[in-house]
T-cell receptor
Framework: GAVVSQHPSWVICKSGTSVKIECRSL??????MFWYRQFPKQSLMLMAT?????????EQGVEKDKFLINHASLTLSTLTVTSAHPEDSSFYIC???????????FGPGTRLTVL | DAKTTQPTSMDCAEGRAANLPCNHS???????VYWYRQIHSQGPQYIIH???NNETNEMASLIITEDRKSSTLILPHATLRDTAVYYC???????????FGAGTRLFVKA
């Protein structure tokens, strides 16, 4: 199947700093990518839909000024957590629509810890 | 909100078939049934999907009832490495967002 990568796989940062997470589709082009957040022992929660060349669509309750999403190319979407605080500590996962259009492939996730 | 209902957890003996049920009584005609699984601290892994016919691949089989209101994922010979949370999802084709429910936590025991 198609491969989606994320970088970094984990990051620890100080409160108040910003952190950028990259999501790449390695062997296919993805016009649409999705960002999720997962707290311990909970399911994945969709944060936003990222479309190449246009503004992201955020789910209700997700602050667009805090979670900046950029989808500048067909293989790369980035999520920037601005002014991170301990409550932003979570597992962030991206996914991309596969070439057939029927599948979604997920990245391995990025674990963010804010001290 | 998720459109599916799954048992919270299930146990299965290693080497036996694991049958994971899912109810999706409000599924619409253009929605597919997808199954993913998530092993601890990893991203979800695609398993299988179907529209109305039964499907089989190297990982699993998907049985969809004739009225499409429920389905069953079958892992024919479960191994310890199949211990994971299994998510049943209904969704239009891949370009649409995926809403996850709570899933079923499958424990495969030796």
């Amino acid at each position: 199947g198609a491969v989606v990568s994320q970088h970094p796989s984990w990051v620890i940062c100080k409160s108040g700093t910003s952190v950028k997470i990259e999501c790449r589709s390695l062997d296919f082009q993805a016009t649409t990518m999705f960002w999720y957040r997962q707290f311990p022992k909970q399911s994945l929660m969709l944060m936003a839909t990222s479309n190449e060349g246009s503004k992201a669509t955020y789910e209700q309750g997700v602050e667009k000024d805090k979670f900046l999403i950029n989808h500048a190319s067909l293989t790369l979407s980035t999520l920037t957590v601005t002014s991170a605080h301990p409550e932003d500590s979570s597992f962030y996962i991206c996914s991309a629509s596969g070439p057939s259009g029927n599948e979604q492939f997920f990245g391995p996730g990025t674990r963010l810890t804010v001290l | 909100d998720a459109k599916t209902t799954q048992p919270t957890s299930m146990d299965c003996a290693e080497g036996r078939a694991a049958n994971l049920p899912c109810n999706h009584s409000t599924i619409s005609g253009n929605e597919y049934v997808y199954w993913y699984r998530q092993i601890h601290s990893q991203g979800p892994q695609y398993i299988i999907h179907g529209l109305k016919n039964n499907e089989t691949n190297e990982m699993a089989s998907l049985i969809i009832t004739e009225d499409r209101k429920s389905s069953t994922l079958i892992l024919p010979h479960a191994t310890l490495r199949d211990t994971a949370v299994y998510y049943c999802i209904v969704r239009e084709s891949g370009g649409f967002k995926t809403i996850f429910g709570a899933g079923t936590r499958l424990f495969v025991k030796a």
